[in-house]
């Protein structure tokens, strides 16, 4: 069988390495490497921007060229010396290998003796770009002529050119024929640079048997020659009496379709009719990667004689080939009524398909992620039977069986027949980066072998050897990905558990929690307030790779910009294996600045994220891209958000909790805070260590406090209101103590005031002036008929206008969420005087009338007016802190 002579043929194949490119061979989304072999010279590209010549007889690399971008399809127009290159995102370079510069560089190349110094480097030169165009995807070139298939918006678009040759200019009359395509779905990316796509279109030029079939064309550059009978059944009868090429596109969606070249060449400037120039042959219903074609049916001269390298062989069998393996082959044969009709056989093979090309000898080659394959596609082996119902004289086999040739990662191959020995050769490029030949004997019959010598002993263990290390290099690529896809898909599990537990428990205790506490420390001569986060996992899973603890610290805009937004910091801290029970801190400066100021309040925001893209991906596609190179064909679906963002908690940052209190006896800083700001100059240092005990810095702080009178605001509290809010937590302590106790919650002073049953304390604000608080008992006579409201005035007094109003927002914040849970338990306020409270009202509006008309008067007056206007402006804002109404 056909199998077993190609299994047979296997075990006597002869690996041999030519080169070592030692270089990446493209990205996941990236296109396929190719190889070209005419002569004794070979052209590769490997995916990347590098353009390879390689030169067998004296076995080294005599040049590389650069191109801007990637290289994704490369032709040899060999009759003419030229390299037609297709440069990703650019356009059709073309390159001239007579040059002067390409034959002083091969001279210089068999003058080497190794190969330890590297090839010179060409950079190719943006003139030799022939045609400029940022949506080719794919091109094949004839001897006069040049087609393109162009990517637009929603469509596939194939044009006609005159063919450019090396070293002319772009020529924008160059078109001579269009036609559209089937629709396309355009490739994802940023505007104006769109991402490569996954697959890229294949094309191939066909030609009949009686035509002027291009000459020089080497293996693997698209062009084939069709026996009549199969051309005229596919193409039809215009074609073949045209004796026109027909230009044969497959596309990534996976319709295999075909256009008669010389019936887009009618067409001219103005684009073609796609029913009547397009005809769809098929749809494989996948990427389509390859096409070719085979002589499934030698002729019997052909079987005495094996055909010249460079004669044309005329096929009579179609083959193209999807990216999973889905195979179809046409070919010529006979109905019961003894008409010429396609018979068309889809077949499945070992995906997904990385390359693949077509021998001389009616066999295909394809490889696969973990191995190199052959198919025969002749019925040699099985002679035709009247009785058998599958077929015809000259017909498919009715299923194929891939042969392995046990090598693995190939990425791009070419097929030629052996000039000494008669068997068939392959070169090919692998996934490491080397160029390998691959001798191969797939005779039908197994010749007895001769008796066994020293030399051939020898020879056949290094053999034996060459395939056991091959062997055992495909075994360990393919451990190595299914361990990395185990380990994500633990990760995902450990990940979906803890997000279960984490959404399941808004309310209550967390299993997985932050906590954020401030404290003021010493850092580099200036006292900065730290911001302390403690995550605990108390869960019973733990936080591996993926896991990323995100803080947000937002800053409120400065109190001399209000128009001005704050500023935004986040954080990202990698959680490296935290387990049950354990913790972690993070501590991080909020400030002041180096300036000296503090913009509060500011607010922090702590949630766990769990990257897709770090633990999937990495499965997906490992850190070494050239072990595992199928895996890189694969589009990598992930969420846009690429993750999972879990929220932990939300804290505000106030002045009441920023606040010092030097003055307080148990303290631990006996000494008073410095003031933040730059660093002091030595001589001012000097001075201020030499004043006398008593006497006062002169500064603008300690001017505004002595001669301009503080700030104040003060905000009202029904007392019952109080002692309903803080009876749990301050029982048995005084209500001005209480309150005061609750305000300084946050703060490390509470201690203090608790022990001491305070109700009126002195601090010192980030930026070093004094902000007082005050909390006293008052008696509210003319708001309720029923008699006086027994309420609790707090009182905030700062030389610093800008900190009183940062101390007092915050006292407004604490008053709002206490008043917002009193009305949750439905607690009702006593009666109230409607018309005073109506009077009060209209007072207030009366305040803000004029407030908007004094800052329009700053805005219109000169220096001198306007500081009269803020002077009154300033009156009017301290009515409006100091109210009449009580919280109820």
């Given amino acids: 069988m056909a199998g077993a002579a190609a299994?047979?043929?296997?075990?006597?194949?002869?690996?041999?390495?030519?080169?070592?490119?030692?270089?990446?061979?493209?990205?996941?989304?990236?296109?396929?490497?190719?190889?070209?072999?005419?002569?004794?010279?070979?052209?590769?590209?490997?995916?990347?921007?590098?353009?390879?010549?390689?030169?067998?007889?004296?076995?080294?690399?005599?040049?590389?060229?650069?191109?801007?971008?990637?290289?994704?399809?490369?032709?040899?127009?060999?009759?003419?010396?030229?390299?037609?290159?297709?440069?990703?995102?650019?356009?059709?370079?073309?390159?001239?290998?007579?040059?002067?510069?390409?034959?002083?560089?091969?001279?210089?190349?068999?003058?080497?003796?190794?190969?330890?110094?590297?090839?010179?480097?060409?950079?190719?030169?943006?003139?030799?770009?022939?045609?400029?165009?940022?949506?080719?995807?794919?091109?094949?070139?004839?001897?006069?002529?040049?087609?393109?298939?162009?990517?637009?918006?929603?469509q596939w678009k194939m044009q006609l050119f005159e063919r450019p040759c090396p070293g002319e200019a772009p020529r924008p009359g160059g078109q001579i024929g269009e036609v559209e395509l089937s629709t396309c779905t355009p490739p994802g990316g940023v505007p104006g640079k769109p991402a490569a796509p996954c697959f890229l279109p294949v094309l191939c030029c066909t030609f009949p048997p009686d035509s002027r079939a291009p000459h020089g064309h080497p293996q693997g550059c698209g062009c084939l020659t069709l026996e009549e009978a199969l051309f005229g059944l596919l193409f039809g009868a215009d074609a073949t009496l045209m004796q026109s090429p027909v230009i044969l596109c497959g596309l990534p969606d996976g319709q295999l379709c075909c256009v008669v070249l010389k019936a887009l060449v009618t067409c001219g400037l103005a684009p073609g009719d796609p029913k009547v120039l397009v005809k769809i042959l098929h749809h494989l219903e996948e990427p389509v990667v390859f096409i070719g074609a085979v002589r499934a049916e030698p002729h019997a001269e052909e079987e005495q004689r094996e055909p010249l390298p460079e004669e044309n062989v005329h096929s009579d069998c179609l083959v193209a080939l999807g990216h999973q393996g889905r195979t179809l082959a046409i070919k010529a044969g006979w109905s019961e009524s003894g008409t010429l009709v396609p018979e068309l056989r889809e077949y499945c093979l070992p995906g997904p398909v990385l390359c693949a090309a077509c021998g001389r000898d009616g066999r295909m080659y394809h490889s696969t992620p973990s191995n190199l394959c052959v198919v025969d596609l002749t019925r040699r082996d099985t002679p035709w039977s009247p009785e058998k119902a599958d077929g015809a004289i000259g017909g498919l086999p009715s299923m194929l069986c891939p042969a392995s040739l046990n090598i693995c990662s190939v990425l791009t191959l070419t097929v030629s027949s052996g000039a000494s020995t008669g068997g068939t050769e392959l070169l090919a490029l692998s996934s490491k980066g080397r160029l390998i030949t691959c001798s191969l004997d797939l005779n039908s019959e197994v010749p007895v072998p001769p008796k066994m010598t020293m030399a051939n002993a020898g020879q056949k263990i290094k053999e034996l050897l060459l395939d056991i290390g091959d062997a055992s290099e495909r075994v360990s690529f393919l451990k190595k990905a299914v361990d990395q896809r185990n380990k994500a898909i633990t990760s995902l599990n450990e990940a979906m558990n803890v997000s279960c537990a984490l959404l399941s428990s808004q309310e209550g205790v967390r299993p997985i929690s932050c906590t954020i506490t401030t404290s003021w420390s010493r850092l580099e001569l200036r006292d900065m307030l730290m911001a302390t986060c403690t995550l605990e996992n108390s869960s019973s899973f733990s936080l591996d790779q993926g896991w990323t603890l995100?803080?947000?610290?937002?800053?409120?805009?400065?109190?001399?910009?209000?128009?001005?937004?704050?500023?935004?910091?986040?954080?990202?801290?990698?959680?490296?294996?935290?387990?049950?029970?354990?913790?972690?801190?993070?501590?991080?400066p909020l400030g002041p600045s180096e300036s000296g100021m503090l913009d509060l309040p500011v607010t922090m925001s702590c949630w766990l994220f769990y990257s897709l893209r770090e633990v999937v991906g990495g499965a997906l596609a490992p850190s070494d891209s050239l072990e595992v190179p199928y895996l890189e064909t694969l589009p990598l679906n992930l969420p846009k958000q690429e993750g999972v963002c879990l929220p932990l908690c939300k804290r505000t940052v106030d002045m009441l909790q920023?606040?010092?209190?030097?003055?307080?006896?148990?303290?631990?800083?006996?000494?008073?805070?410095?003031?933040?700001?730059?660093?002091?100059?030595?001589?001012?240092?000097?001075?201020?260590?030499?004043?006398?005990?008593?006497?006062?810095?002169?500064?603008?702080?300690?001017?505004?406090?002595?001669?301009?009178?503080p700030s104040t605001a003060s905000i009202r509290v029904s007392a019952v209101l109080l002692r309903t809010a803080l009876e749990g937590g301050h029982s048995g302590s005084h209500l001005c103590s209480a309150t005061l106790q609750w305000l300084l919650a946050e703060n490390a002073a509470v201690t203090v005031v608790r022990a001491q049953k305070l109700s009126s304390i002195q601090g010192t604000a980030p930026d070093g002036t004094d902000v007082n608080l005050t909390v006293r008992e008052v008696s509210v006579t003319d708001l309720s008929p029923a008699g006086p409201i027994q309420a609790v005035e707090i009182q905030v007094e700062s030389s610093s206008l800008a900190n009183m109003c940062r101390a007092h927002h915050a006292i407004i914040r604490r008053m709002q969420t206490m008043v917002t849970e009193q009305a949750a338990q439905g607690s009702s306020p006593p009666d109230l005087r409607m018309q005073y409270l109506h009077q009060i009202h209209a007072n207030h509006q009366e305040l803000l009338r004029e407030v908007q008309t004094l800052r329009d008067?700053?805005?219109?007056?000169?220096?001198?007016?306007?500081?009269?206007?803020?002077?009154?402006?300033?009156?009017?804002?301290?009515?409006?802190?100091?109210?009449?109404?009580?919280?109820?």
């Fill in 550 to 588: 995100c803080i947000q610290v937002l800053t409120s805009s400065s109190a001399l910009d209000l128009d001005g937004a704050g500023s935004t910091f986040t954080y990202t801290i990698p959680v490296d294996r935290l387990g049950p029970g354990s913790r972690r801190e993070v501590t991080l």
């Fill in 857 to 888: 008067q700053l805005c219109t007056e000169d220096e001198v007016r306007s500081y009269s206007t803020a002077q009154k402006l300033l009156q009017v804002y301290k009515q409006l802190r100091n109210p009449s109404l009580v919280l109820l």
């Fill in 7 to 154: 299994a047979a043929a296997a075990s006597a194949s002869r690996v041999h390495y030519l080169s070592d490119l030692c270089c990446p061979l493209g990205g996941r989304a990236g296109p396929k490497p190719h190889v070209l072999r005419h002569q004794a010279e070979v052209f590769l590209s490997t995916g990347r921007e590098f353009v390879y010549v390689y030169d067998r007889e004296g076995g080294v690399l005599t040049a590389v060229y650069q191109f801007p971008h990637q290289v994704w399809h490369l032709q040899l127009l060999a009759a003419r010396r030229a390299l037609y290159v297709l440069c990703a995102r650019t356009g059709i370079y073309c390159l001239s290998l007579d040059s002067r510069d390409r034959a002083e560089i091969q001279a210089s190349c068999e003058d080497r003796e190794d190969e330890a110094h590297p090839p010179p480097v060409i950079h190719v030169d943006p003139d030799a770009c022939v045609l400029p165009d940022a949506a080719l995807c794919a091109f094949t070139v004839l001897d006069d002529m040049l087609v393109t298939l162009v990517q637009g918006p929603t």
């Fill in 658 to 709: 920023c606040l010092r209190f030097p003055g307080v006896s148990s303290q631990q800083p006996a000494r008073a805070p410095c003031v933040p700001g730059p660093a002091c100059e030595p001589v001012e240092t000097f001075l201020k260590t030499c004043q006398t005990p008593g006497s006062e810095p002169a500064g603008a702080a300690s001017l505004r406090a002595k001669y301009l009178p």
